[in-house]
């Protein structure tokens, strides 16, 4: 249940904190998961920014450091996190620049999993960088032409086990709010009332509709999984590789007002359109998205207010001013949802 009704200092128990499964994740039991694939560590460990799972820079003796990634227990089965990586491989294999896992039994069903108690953990190389200029048009123009050479790639991958992207997943995140106790009884029926217009837009221009492509995505093509280095962008942690539409991959790099935005796209389109045809009318799916990724963002924080690291990180969550200010956006999502999509010139 939502713990804004039974904790004064909006924090889980500390029952429910110390029985989560990542408070095991000790510095010790690091070590050994990384030295059960025949890899000696020098005891050096740097935890790395991520919510989600837990990723270490882990020392190995007399080689570079390695990247540790332990995935949060029963979010993926090891089919889904085999198809990340193989889908990675894949692309890796056809030169696009990513970064997939090393291999740890290459006798194994899943050569690039580990297993360490609860634990499914990968290994990655280091790979160093900084973060697109999104200000840079020349910038946004390659970024637009290698996600349409990984689109165009993936074309040769279907998706089987991961998930596909679902209006009926921001319905589902919406409902947990309410049944979770996260909404206080006085702000119930006002977001009840918004969220239900916002899902009836969203429906109005369904992204998962088949009339658009539905291809294999790399699904958070944000800037914190973007690294640029050597002149060029390489793209990192497909953790939510998903099968949807291919503005899933663009939208996220777009800023500013609707000007800003029509020169950002003209960058990125003509950038894409080397190596894959753009859909035009995928324009109009971009609000419905950022509907959804907001909808979700508050769900998931939700869903993982029992883990220790999120009140930490985000000590602003499940307050009542925070749920105030939440029908407000959800109020100015609705306004930008009843706007005429952002478009540019024809090519």
């Keep these: 249940m939502g713990f804004n009704r039974k904790q004064e200092d909006n924090s889980p128990s500390v029952e429910s904190a110390l029985a989560h499964p990542y408070t095991r994740l000790t510095p010790d039991q690091v070590i050994a998961a990384v030295e059960s694939t025949g890899r000696f560590s020098d005891a050096r460990i740097l935890a790395l920014n991520s919510y989600e799972n837990r990723v270490y820079q882990v020392g190995i003796e007399d080689d570079e450091p390695l990247i540790v990634k332990f995935y949060r227990p029963n979010r993926w089965s090891h089919e889904q996190v085999d198809e990340e990586h193989r889908f990675t491989q894949f692309l890796l294999d056809h030169e696009l620049p990513v970064v997939p896992p090393l291999v740890i039994d290459a006798a194994a069903e899943f050569p690039t999993i580990g297993q360490h108690e609860d634990f499914m953990f990968a290994i990655y190389p280091r790979q160093g960088g900084r973060a697109p200029e999104l200000d840079n048009l020349d910038h946004l123009h390659q970024l637009g032409r290698f996600i349409g050479r990984i689109h165009a790639v993936g074309q040769a991958f279907p998706f089987r086990y991961r998930l596909a992207l679902s209006v009926e997943q921001a319905a ?58 050597d002149d060029s962008p390489h793209f990192v942690d497909f953790d939510d590789a998903i099968s949807g539409p291919a503005i899933q991959d663009l939208w996220m790099l777009l800023s500013g007002d609707n000007a800003s935005q029509q020169r950002q796209l003209i960058e990125i389109v003509e950038g894409y359109e080397t190596f894959y045809d753009f859909d035009v009318r995928e324009l109009g799916l971009i609000e419905p998205l950022r509907a959804m990724r907001v909808l979700y963002f508050n769900a998931w924080l939700a869903r993982r207010w029992d883990d220790p690291a999120f009140p930490m990180a985000f000590p602003w969550f499940n307050t009542p001013r925070y749920w105030s200010e939440y029908i407000l956006e959800l109020k100015e999502l609705l306004s930008q949802l009843q706007l005429p999509p952002v478009s540019m010139p024809e090519f």
């Design 172 to 229: 589902a995140n919406v409902d947990y709010l309410l049944e979770a106790g996260f909404i206080a009884a006085d702000l119930e029926a006002a977001y009840r009332a918004i969220s239900g217009e916002i899902l009836a837009a969203i429906d109005a221009r369904r992204p998962d509709d088949a009339s658009f492509r539905q291809i294999s995505l790399h699904g958070d093509c944000h800037t914190g999984n973007v690294l640029w280095r």
